[in-house]
C-alpha cells in the first residue's frame, strides 16, 4: 500500500539558518509529490509538487524540493530560514488512476530568534 | 475571490446530536474533498466529489454523509455525532482529480463532541 514517512514530528531552527525536512513514500511507480505548508488556524496552501522532469523543484516562498527515486525520498529544503516559516508541513503523494492524495502526517517547524 | 469558505470556524456538540458543515468554492471547480485531520495522522480522505450530484466514499466515511447539489458547496453531515469525530475539519476543491492537481483548502472547521 501507499504511504507516506515523515520522521520527523517536530524541528526547531535558528533564523537564517538552512532547513531540510525529510518524507519518504512508498508507492511501487513514478509517483506525484507534493508540500503543502499550513500556517496556524489556517488551511493547507501548496509550496510545490513534482511530475516528472528536473528532479529539483522550485517552489515559493523560497523552498525547494529534490526528488531522489533511489531513496524514495522527496526532501524540502530553504537556504535561509525567516520566522515567518514556522508551520506545520505535510507531504503528499499522488498517483495515476488513484482518486486520493495521500498525506504525511507532518511536521511542525519551530522557529527561534 | 474568496477561494474556499467553511461554515462554521467552531462547534461543540453533544454525543447523538447532528450538523452539517458547509464547504463553498468559487473557482468553478470541478472536485471537491473533505478531510478530517487528527494529531499525528495527517489529513485523511472522508468523501470526495467529481462533479454536481456526485459523491463518492474516501477512506474513512463512517458517520459522515455529503451532498453536491450545487458545483459550488459541498456539504458534510453528521448524523450521531460521536467523540470520536472531535478533530479539524478540512474542505479542499481542484480542477481535476487531487492525485495530480494542486488542492485548494479552507480555513478549516474544529468540531469537539462531548
Known amino acids: 500500500a501507499q504511504s507516506v514517512t515523515q520522521p520527523d514530528i517536530h524541528i526547531t531552527v535558528s533564523e537564517g539558518a538552512s532547513l531540510e525536512l525529510r518524507c519518504n513514500y512508498s508507492?511501487?511507480?513514478?509517483?506525484?509529490l507534493f508540500w503543502y505548508v499550513q500556517s496556524p488556524g489556517q488551511g493547507l496552501q501548496l509550496l510545490l509538487k513534482y511530475f516528472s522532469g528536473d528532479t529539483l523543484v522550485q517552489g515559493i516562498k523560497g523552498f525547494e524540493a529534490e526528488f531522489k527515486r533511489s531513496q524514495s525520498s522527496f526532501n524540502l529544503r530553504k537556504p535561509s530560514v525567516h520566522w515567518s516559516d514556522a508551520a506545520e508541513y505535510f507531504c503528499?503523494?499522488?498517483?495515476?488512476?488513484?482518486?486520493?492524495?495521500?498525506f504525511g502526517a507532518g511536521t511542525r517547524l519551530f522557529v527561534k530568534a | 475571490n474568496a477561494g474556499v469558505t467553511q461554515t462554521p470556524k467552531f462547534r461543540v456538540l453533544k454525543t447523538g446530536q447532528s450538523m452539517t458543515l458547509l464547504c463553498a468554492q468559487d473557482?468553478?471547480?470541478?472536485?471537491m474533498y473533505w478531510y478530517r485531520q487528527d494529531p499525528g495522522m495527517g489529513l485523511r480522505l472522508i468523501h470526495y466529489s467529481v462533479g454536481e450530484g456526485t459523491t463518492a466514499k474516501g477512506e474513512v466515511p463512517d458517520g459522515y454523509n455529503v451532498s453536491r447539489l450545487k458545483k459550488q458547496n459541498f456539504l458534510l453531515g453528521l448524523e450521531s455525532a460521536a467523540p470520536s469525530q472531535t478533530s479539524v475539519y478540512f474542505c479542499?476543491?481542484?480542477?481535476?482529480?487531487?492525485?495530480?492537481?494542486?488542492?485548494?483548502f479552507g480555513p478549516g472547521t474544529r468540531l469537539t463532541v462531548l
Open positions: 508507492y511501487g511507480a513514478t509517483p506525484y
Open positions: 479542499a476543491s481542484s480542477t481535476g482529480l487531487a492525485t495530480t492537481d494542486t488542492q485548494y
Open positions: 473557482m468553478n471547480h470541478e472536485y
Open positions: 503528499a503523494v499522488g498517483y495515476t488512476g488513484g482518486f486520493k492524495t495521500i
